[in-house]
């Protein structure tokens, strides 16, 4: 995997991870607080999720890596 690839497999692994975390420790706003929409959460947690992602698409690329470098799982002859 050249460092082109590895970057854009990050930043898909990123994309994906972050949607998969964005619901998480969600509570919906008061229904009569006004200026926000009723399926608001009070507290996003906005840059708790992000750095969760990044944690986690990290750990996600460097299982990809290993698993594209390792000689065990090649399509590769010898």
């Known amino acids: ?3 082109v690839t590895g ?3 990050y930043v898909l692994v990123w994309w994906i991870t972050l949607f998969a975390v964005l619901p998480l420790w969600v509570t919906p706003s008061e229904p009569d607080d006004p200026g926000h929409a009723a399926g608001a959460p009070q ?3 906005l840059l708790l999720k ?3 992602t990044t944690a986690v698409a ?3 690329w460097v299982a990809i890596y290993l ?5 065990l799982l090649s399509f590769r002859e010898p």
């Open 50 to 52: 992000m750095a969760i």
């Open 1 to 3: 995997m050249g460092w």
């Open 67 to 71: 698993v594209t470098k390792s000689p």
């Open 43 to 45: 507290r996003p947690r």
């Open 7 to 9: 970057i854009i497999v």
């Open 58 to 60: 990290a750990l996600i």
